[in-house]
């Protein structure tokens, strides 16, 4: 069965950089979320998307933006980067809107030097 | 907001032991899910638990949704090296999904 496909899964990145990462969700998934794992820590909710709409914000910081496009694969953007963004982001995605299980991708791990 | 709290934070378990993880919520949920995280993996979605007092069993894994939809637990029996990872729970109300901080598994042989 198809899965969360997320890219790149590794990125270095200097501070002050940009940085733009890339999910693919579930085919038929209308529902995309974004999680930040630091080292030993459990998922932090960044945002989630709904039919291509911002559907829930948490703390995501104001450097970072996130959009759903019309094939429903979301991108998030990491402006500014500092040393403490360094961190696993996983993409999650769900069917029949808010509320379904999430199926995680495998993840981006991003290092800030 | 809603908290979910999970209890202990680190398992050292004997191999064929038995042991348990505790969820619990700030808030009454509207379900309850448990996930597996593998060292250097991506979590994975074991269960969710809807109604109140719920009981579902995974081979050796049992878990469990309180009466009062606030907290919920996972037991596992016979404790496997494969079991080893983190357990989260999360809880969903809200349209929110919050994590416990999970349980970290590690078994000696």
């Known amino acids: 069965a198809a899965g969360v496909i997320q890219s790149p899964r590794h990125l270095i990145k200097e501070k002050r950089e940009t940085a733009t990462l890339k999910c693919y969700p579930i085919?038929?998934?209308?529902?995309v979320y974004w999680y930040q794992q630091g080292p030993g820590q459990d998922p932090q909710f960044l945002i989630s998307?709904?039919?291509?709409?911002?559907?829930d914000k948490g703390s995501i910081p104001d450097r970072f933006s996130a959009q759903q496009f019309s094939d429903y694969h979301s991108e998030l953007n990491m402006s500014s980067l500092e040393l403490g963004d360094s961190a696993l982001y996983f993409c999650?995605?769900?069917?029949?809107?808010?509320?379904?299980?999430?199926?995680f991708g495998p993840g981006t791990r991003l290092l800030v030097l | 907001g809603q908290q979910v709290m999970q209890i202990p934070q680190y398992q050292h378990v004997q191999e064929g032991e038995d042991f348990t993880t505790y969820c619990n919520s700030s808030?009454?949920?509207?379900?309850i899910q448990w996930y597996k995280q593998r060292p250097g993996g991506h979590p994975v979605f074991l269960i969710q638990?809807?109604?109140?007092?719920e009981v579902k069993k995974q081979k050796r894994l049992t878990f469990q949704f309180g009466e009062a939809k606030k907290n919920s637990s996972l037991h596992i029996t016979a404790t496997q090296t494969t079991d080893v990872g983190t357990y989260f729970c999360?809880?969903?109300?809200?349209?929110?999904?919050?994590f416990g901080a999970g349980t970290t598994v590690t078994v000696r042989a």
């Open positions: 999650a995605s769900s069917g029949g809107g808010q509320g379904e299980t999430q199926y």
């Open positions: 085919p038929r998934h209308d529902t």
């Open positions: 998307f709904y039919e291509k709409m911002q559907s």
């Open positions: 808030t009454t949920l509207s379900n």
């Open positions: 638990l809807v109604k109140s007092g």
């Open positions: 999360a809880g969903h109300n809200d349209y929110k999904l919050s």
